[in-house]
């Protein structure tokens, strides 16, 4: 069963940073494309950041460029999300997702829910003012 680890997600101020990590269990990331999302409550599930992991492209959110940066390790087989600068309304259930079908090297990944295959069961991040 593929099924999407999400990690690191916890309370902190206004201006702090924390790293997101997503691994996979019976999956491998490589040459596919993988999102970060995030719903708060009240609110639909918004996409915040992509990587196609075999060409290295990323896509980001208006909301969060400049301030969040998605990458992966290989060897790891682990994408996580650096998110600094992070403000209230950053608050919310973070969740990693992966497509199944392979991604050509050049392909931009889109930041759309249906897109994916997997998801976690997301991470909790909650900044305080």
């Known amino acids: 069963q593929v099924q999407p680890v999400e990690s690191g997600g916890g309370s902190v101020q206004a201006g702090g940073s924390l790293r997101l990590s997503c691994a996979a269990s019976g999956f491998i990331y490589s040459s596919r494309c993988v999102g970060w999302f995030r719903q708060a409550p009240g609110k639909e599930r918004e996409g915040v950041a992509a990587?196609?992991?075999?060409?290295?492209?990323?896509a980001y959110a208006d909301s969060v460029k400049g301030r969040f940066t998605v990458s992966q390790d290989k060897s790891k087989n682990t994408l996580y999300l650096q998110m600094n600068s992070l403000k209230p309304e950053d608050t919310a259930m973070y969740y990693c997702a992966a497509r199944a079908s392979i991604a050509p090297m050049k392909l931009p990944c889109r930041m759309e829910s249906p897109y994916f295959d997997y998801w976690g069961q997301g991470t909790q991040v909650t900044v305080s003012s």
């Open positions: 990587i196609n992991t075999g060409g290295g492209s990323t």
